[in-house]
């Protein structure tokens, strides 16, 4: 079986049918489901979501929503503990760029330690750092 790590960006266009990129990310998901793709969910990803939903997009129901997705159990949840951090925060370069953060860096580490297969994402800095997006994992 295949495992992808969710990054923000797609649990983001997901949950929230007026981003730019929810066509893509609802087209990516369904490959994935119908190839029985396991999705592990970094506990940043998901608080990373909730954040930007109630700060940036002033939108407390979506955050609102993926804190019931929580509770119901929809997503497998992969915490992040301090090894993990040591290494991202090697990844991490903040003075390189402003969009990619500490927690791109988390989900970096956390698909190279499970071995996964590539990363729900639309950020080729993860292409860039040697990583798979998902989409790329149905193409031709």
Not at 7 to 26: E, F, G, P
Not at 107 to 114: F, N, R
């Amino acid at each position: 079986m295949k495992t992808v790590v969710v990054d923000t960006d797609a649990l983001i266009a997901l949950v929230n049918k007026d981003d730019s990129l929810a066509l893509d990310a609802v087209r990516t998901l369904k490959n994935l489901y119908s190839n029985e793709v396991k999705l592990i969910y970094p506990s940043t990803t998901i608080v990373e979501a909730m954040m930007t939903f109630q700060r940036k997009l002033s939108n407390s129901c979506l955050a609102s929503d993926i804190a019931q997705m929580l509770r119901d159990g929809q997503f497998n949840v992969v915490s992040v503990d301090q090894n993990i951090l040591e290494q991202a925060e090697i990844l991490f370069k903040p003075k390189d760029s402003k969009q990619n953060t500490m927690f791109d860096a988390v989900v970096a580490v956390i698909a190279q330690t499970t071995n996964a297969d590539a990363i729900f994402s639309f950020d080729k800095w993860y292409e860039k750092n040697g990583l798979k997006l998902a989409a790329s994992l149905f193409k031709a």
